[in-house]
């Protein structure tokens, strides 16, 4: 893998799973429970607009990642965001990492690192 296409994997996988957390914080802020006053406060939610913007420049890091490597290399390089998610959310939001999540999320790893070096 060149160090181009090596960068674009990982700003787009830092983006994508920035802009996941970032929803991921939003959603467990205390919010008005319906109706307008909800959809206000999601529009003006720095959490939400962090995550949008993170979710449009992954978007762009995407296309430009897919128009230089096969689809079936990107998409099973793109999956490693599970394991960065499930890190994230276990370091920031203390969500359980059990074994059966560590086990699933060493074998995308490794599945991850199959692709990259073929």
């Not at 990982?10 to 957390?21: F, K, M, R, V």
């Not at 099973?76 to 499930?86: D, H, P, W, Y």
Request: glycine share 10%; charged share 10%.
């Amino acid at each position: 893998m060149s160090l181009n296409i090596f960068l674009l994997w990982l700003a787009n996988i830092a983006l994508d799973s920035g802009g996941q957390l970032a929803f991921k914080a939003a959603a467990r802020q205390e919010h008005p429970d319906s109706g307008l006053s909800y959809w206000l406060f999601i529009l003006k939610h720095p959490f939400i607009q962090t995550g949008i913007l993170c979710y449009i420049a992954e978007f762009l890091l995407w296309l430009a990642f897919l128009s230089i490597v096969p689809l079936s290399q990107g998409v099973i390089l793109g999956s490693i965001n599970i394991v960065t998610l499930m890190l994230g959310g276990h370091f920031l939001f203390q969500e359980r990492l059990t074994a059966w999540r560590l086990t699933g999320m060493s074998l995308v790893a490794l599945g991850v690192a199959l692709v990259g070096i073929i």
